[in-house]
């Protein structure tokens, strides 16, 4: 029998996945698991309530799941969580006598301290991992000061790391030549994603239901997922929708709730005033949000910040028409299964108009496109053999 080998993640908030790229990382790393002698420890922050109640270990998907006290400190609560989580991680090992362990932190936000705790892990013949994620210090939603810290942390993290997984091609050249003199080990291995069609029926009463509700017809709007911050060009998206000549919607799936970044925009473009752009709030049911995939007409993704973006990754799987910006994050993901737009005004809205005209016979080529990027690069079975591999290279050294 073999030996059972050790994994711990640190950096997520946690599995059941409610939410976020990193929760459903964890969910399908641990739910995809082919090598039943890899132990997986998943560090979870859990709501005041959830952690006052429930128990702080649990069992899912076969990983121990455990609960570090939740500090309701803002925006360093996360900073605190992943270095108290780290801290457990270490005891546990040493208190256990795990070989070989491997710690995997998800992005880098403990960079000015992991030195410190990289010694502790080593001597107990321990190996680091880190995924850099994106470019964290780029996002418009922190200050400057913050902004500055999370370059910083990423510098840290860069170079104390044994290896560092980076899930796009374009952020594997971003490390390597930024912080050459390090000398990073890196490896690429994507997000992953899938093709299955959603267990909603097209008569389904909560797909009828959410339609009605909406004031949404299948087929009949474009349709954007992802969190509400400037650097996702929600305002280029709405602006450039605004000017074409589009008979269909633009339904924006997010939270706008007490969201200043909302309230500017609803004041510079007017969009209350145009009938076809419709906030409808958020969809965590998996399967209707699959199914609101599939009926979209099109899809429109502006991320410019990050690595592989899930978002990206599910609307090719679910949606045939793609309508992305032309960055190298995206280009490399959508390839030749998608259509790109860039913020030079009239680009997109031109683009649209563009769309609207196409055959069905052209958007079902591109949906097959789509589809077989995700299949052949990005399904989850093949990213979890990838993951499985290097952590059995680690541990064969």
């Not at 132990?39 to 069992?59: A, L, R």
Request: glycine share 6%; charged share 30%; net charge positive.
């Amino acid at each position: 029998m073999k030996k059972k080998r050790s994994v711990f993640i640190i950096g997520s908030k946690g599995i059941p996945a409610k939410y976020g790229g990193f929760e459903s990382f964890v969910e399908n790393l641990t739910k995809y698991r082919k090598d039943e002698n890899i132990q997986y420890f998943v560090s979870c922050i859990p709501t005041k309530e959830e952690f006052e109640k429930g128990p702080k270990k649990y069992k899912h998907n076969q990983a121990n799941c455990f609960y570090v006290t939740p500090r309701n400190i803002g925006p360093a609560r996360a900073v605190v969580h992943d270095l108290e989580a780290l801290s457990f991680c270490i005891k546990y090992i040493q208190k256990k006598g795990i070989e070989q362990p491997i710690v995997y932190i998800l992005a880098c936000r403990i960079g000015p301290f992991i030195h410190y705790y990289k010694k502790k892990l080593e001597a107990l013949g321990g190996t680091l991992y880190v995924n850099p994620d994106g470019h964290e210090w780029k996002r418009a939603k922190w200050s400057l000061p913050v902004r500055k810290y999370w370059k910083i942390s990423e510098r840290y993290m860069v170079k104390h790391a044994d290896l560092l997984v980076c899930d796009s091609k374009n952020i594997e050249k971003y490390i390597q030549q930024d912080y050459a003199k390090y000398s990073p080990n890196t490896t690429f291995i994507a997000y992953g994603s899938e093709t299955k069609k959603s267990i909603l029926s097209d008569t389904d009463e909560k797909w009828l239901s959410w339609c009605q509700e909406k004031g949404v017809r299948p087929k009949e709007y474009y349709l954007v997922v992802g969190r509400f911050v400037p650097e996702n060009n929600y305002e280029t998206m709405v602006k450039e929708f605004m000017k074409s000549a589009s008979k269909k919607d633009f339904v924006i799936i997010t939270g706008v709730d007490n969201n200043k970044f909302y309230e500017n925009l609803m004041q510079e473009t007017q969009f209350q005033n145009d009938k076809r752009i419709k906030f409808v709030g958020t969809v965590y049911d998996s399967e209707l949000l699959k199914k609101i995939r599939e009926n979209a007409y099109g899809y429109f993704h502006g991320h410019e910040v990050g690595g592989t973006n899930p978002s990206l990754l599910e609307a090719l799987g679910s949606t045939d028409l793609n309508l992305l910006l032309n960055v190298g994050f995206n280009r490399e993901v959508g390839e030749d299964a998608a259509l790109y737009w860039d913020k030079t005004p009239g680009s997109l809205s031109g683009l649209i108009d563009q769309a609207d005209k196409l055959d069905k016979s052209e958007i079902d080529v591109l949906g097959e496109k789509a589809k077989r990027r995700i299949e052949q690069e990005y399904s989850w079975d093949i990213i979890v053999e990838k993951y499985e591999y290097i952590f059995k290279r680690q541990w064969e050294n």
